[in-house]
């Protein structure tokens, strides 16, 4: 066995095999296989991780790009990545590192502490979970965000949201943000672009906000998959009855890439859609992503409505909230802001 390799959590015996409970998926993995993220592996009918440490990717990043716009605005965060996916989604951006195992192309070999250390030394404010997909590196990111807790350090998961309850709320008692996901609001779609199940991300966003980590939710929006109106009408009803309209919606321009290199990129018109839809089922705080369209990367108070944060791509170019309140008339607006 390679040494790296660590015991893994979340699994149980299944007949002959082991039962994952990682991520819905729940794949029963037989001596010698590998799981669909190609993360976790039976070896002697014992679980295993080979994602613990060996990182692929690893950047100073500003909190904007995460996207992050209620979290620690103008903050720098230290991202980190170990190779695998839970999903396969056709438009991956990151494939090259989500949909391969990890080892394999591992630039890095730091530990927990480590990495907070170097937080600390360069007075970062946080540490991200990202480019892959961090589930898949659950038990590093759970050792970093416990160690980072006991240095006054927030952690971040940006993630497609597909892990089971019980490891999801063991994480959330260390961590800090997370940004979902959302792909869509069609089960059916949700399947044939990723693999995974809809509902099950519903849950995790529903799970986040019950054990309080701060939460904005990523929804790109890809021609001919996830334009659908209603749909986007009812993801944004779904998220208002489950008292949602106060975290950050980023909509996101989708440019061709990996499996859908064929189609065309979104036209604006359908962000500006998605933002009047938006508006009209009493969601708070929209904003547009990897498109630069005057004033939908702004922040306006929702009591007074003057601008409160002016954004130019990932740069805070003026920002008048105060500690945590709107300077013009003193209402507290949602988000970690300090
Ligand atoms: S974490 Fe990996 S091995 Fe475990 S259930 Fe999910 S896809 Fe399967």
């Given at each position: 066995m390679d040494s790296t390799y660590k015991q893994a959590l979340y699994w149980e015996y299944s007949q002959n095999a082991i039962k994952c409970k990682l991520c819905p998926h729940e794949c029963i993995i037989n001596d010698g296989h590998s799981g669909i993220c190609k993360t976790r592996i039976n070896i002697d009918n014992q679980l295993y991780t080979k994602a613990f440490g060996n990182i692929c990717s690893a950047s100073i990043d500003p909190i904007e790009k995460k996207?992050?716009?209620?979290?620690?605005?103008?903050?720098?965060t230290f991202s980190v990545a170990i190779e695998g996916c839970t999903?396969?989604?056709?438009?991956?951006?990151?494939?090259?590192?989500?949909?391969?195992?990890?080892?394999?192309?591992?630039?890095?070999?730091l530990t927990p502490l480590e990495i907070v250390e170097f937080?600390?030394?360069?007075?970062y404010n946080s540490i991200s979970f990202t480019y892959s997909e961090p589930v898949v590196f659950y038990e590093f990111m759970l050792e970093t965000a416990k160690?980072?807790?006991?240095?006054?350090?927030?952690?971040?998961?940006?993630?497609?949201?597909?892990?089971n309850k019980l490891p999801l709320q063991e994480l959330s008692k260390y961590l800090d943000a997370a940004n979902i996901d959302l792909k869509c609001f069609d089960d059916n779609i949700y399947k044939?672009?990723?693999?995974?199940?809809?509902?099950s991300v519903l849950e995790t966003i529903k799970t986040l906000k019950e054990n309080g980590v701060w939460l904005e939710i990523t929804n790109l929006i890809i021609p001919n998959w996830t334009d659908n109106l209603n749909s986007i009408r009812e993801m944004c009803k779904w998220l208002f009855k489950n008292n949602l309209a106060e975290f950050p919606l980023h909509f996101s321009k989708f440019y061709p890439t990996y499996k859908l290199i064929d189609l065309p990129p979104t036209n604006s018109e359908i962000l500006f859609k998605a933002i009047e839809i938006a508006k009209e089922e009493g969601i708070k705080y929209i904003y547009t992503g990897n498109i630069n369209i005057e004033n939908t990367e702004d922040t306006y108070c929702t009591f007074c409505n003057?601008?409160?944060i002016k954004r130019s791509g990932f740069t805070v170019i003026e920002n008048k909230?105060?500690?945590?309140?709107?300077?013009?008339?003193?209402?507290?607006?949602?988000?970690?802001?300090?």
């Open positions: 996207p992050f716009f209620h979290f620690l605005p103008s903050t720098k999903f396969h989604c056709l438009n991956c951006q990151n494939f090259s590192i989500s949909q391969t195992e990890p080892t394999k192309i591992s630039k890095y070999n937080v600390l030394k360069n007075n160690q980072a807790k006991l240095s006054g350090i927030k952690t971040i998961m940006i993630s497609n949201g597909y892990i044939k672009l990723t693999g995974g199940k809809l509902n003057k601008l409160l909230i105060s500690k945590d309140s709107c300077i013009f008339c003193g209402k507290i607006i949602s988000g970690i802001w300090s």
